[in-house]
């Protein structure tokens, strides 16, 4: 089947030219999508039929192939356009219908092109008013900085008058001489005067920035109110076309341009219901997808969480076997040198015992025995500082207070 004959500018609709790319359609679209939705304009009633344009427009000229098929047509849509202003001498009705068309499409033209002149010339102003203002406001934050500075001077003379006039001020600091009285005086007029000066400068730079902005704010709200007349235009113009063709079509085609509209109304519900089924499809493929990585990632979690154990319990194991090895090193020490060890205990005891045990004991890292209940130290020990007697700490104490 032939492709249906488009008699609507969609390049217009998009305010964009016909070598625009796709990157400046789909700008301009999301542009005029965020004015036009119906949403936006509750109480606009042609908000809708403005919006489905718009959404024709975008899809026919942001793809390839259908652009290309526009685009074929589109001269003869600029042709026919023009050539309504020539008119029909062969049929009455139909010539009056023509030029009844033409003066609406003149119009209509006219009317886009000073919208978009006063449109370009309130930007232009944007644009000149906002140089301006960023210069009135360099002004601004230069008398600020102006000002500032006389406002620290100031402070800066009463400081030092207030030094001046205390008991060590009177003492260690030069009197002034009435030259330099009256000359700091001057300073002090000065500035004074400097700073309401300054101090109007600033009231009425940052008066010019206020109405600098003012006036912005109400360009960018005519440019708004301007755009919106466009499309509203726009509207108004894509509906009295689609009336003129309706009628036309009701004349000439009736019947088969029911069948047309029942072709396209199936076919934009098949094209409607694949686009709903690739996105469910898209969107069970994702959870899919998030599900597997949620598992994966748990499943890392978990072996992650064994290694850390395992290591745990082989660190524990170790310490264990570690320790066990030496208890018994050290039960073997002292089963094989149990006589000697007690003779020397029992010698050292003695010498201990005429020992008062009164000094500072050191603390020895490393293991050892207690020499009192021979048990053993792991991590230290304490030796008195008199016989050089090796104890643990409850045997330490023991030892100081029966020594006392």
């Not at 603390?363 to 048990?375: D, F, I, L, T, Y």
Request: proline fraction near 2%; aromatic fraction near 6%.
């Amino acid at each position: 089947m032939a492709p249906a004959q488009v008699t609507v500018d969609y390049y217009a609709i998009l305010e964009v030219d016909q070598s625009a790319d796709e990157a400046a359609i789909r700008s301009n679209y999301r542009r005029l999508a965020k004015l036009q939705h119906p949403d936006k304009n509750p109480n606009d009633t042609e908000a809708t039929a403005r919006f489905q344009a718009l959404l024709a427009a975008y899809s026919t000229l942001s793809d390839a192939s259908a652009r290309h098929i526009y685009d074929i047509q589109y001269a003869g849509i600029k042709a026919s356009r023009a050539s309504t202003t020539s008119g029909n001498t062969k049929n009455g009705p139909t010539s009056q219908s023509n030029d009844k068309n033409a003066h609406s499409d003149g119009a209509f033209n006219q009317s886009i092109r000073d919208l978009q002149q006063s449109i370009n010339n309130l930007r232009k102003n944007h644009a000149s008013l906002q140089v301006q203002t960023d210069a009135v406001k360099n002004d601004l934050s230069q008398a600020e900085a102006a000002l500032r500075k006389l406002r620290d001077e100031e402070q800066k003379a009463k400081d030092e008058d207030v030094r001046r006039n205390t008991w060590l001020g009177y003492f260690f600091m030069a009197r002034l001489s009435t030259e330099e009285k009256e000359a700091r005086e001057r300073r002090d007029v000065e500035r004074r005067a400097a700073q309401r000066v300054r101090t109007a400068e600033v009231e009425r730079l940052r008066a010019r920035v206020t109405g600098f902005e003012t006036r912005l704010s109400n360009i960018t709200k005519s440019i708004a109110e301007k755009q919106t007349e466009i499309s509203r235009a726009w509207a108004r113009e894509m509906a009295r076309q689609a009336a003129m063709k309706r009628e036309e079509e009701e004349r000439n085609r009736a019947k088969m341009w029911e069948e047309r509209r029942a072709r396209e109304a199936e076919r934009e519900r098949k094209e409607a219901e694949e686009a709903a089924r690739k996105l469910r499809e898209w969107a069970e493929r994702r959870a899919r997808e998030a599900e597997r990585e949620a598992a994966e990632a748990e499943r890392m979690f978990k072996e992650w969480e064994q290694r850390q154990a395992r290591d745990a319990e082989r660190e524990r194991k170790q310490a264990e076997e570690t320790d066990r090895k030496f208890r018994e090193w050290v039960e073997s020490q002292v089963n094989e040198g149990a006589q000697p060890s007690r003779k020397r205990n029992k010698k050292k005891k003695q010498e201990s015992q005429a020992c008062l045990h009164k000094g500072w004991w050191t603390r020895e890292s490393g293991r050892a025995v207690c020499q009192e209940c021979n048990s053993v130290m792991p991590r230290f020990a304490f030796r008195c500082p008199g016989c050089q007697m090796v104890a643990c700490a409850s045997c330490r104490e023991a030892l100081k207070r029966r020594a006392s």
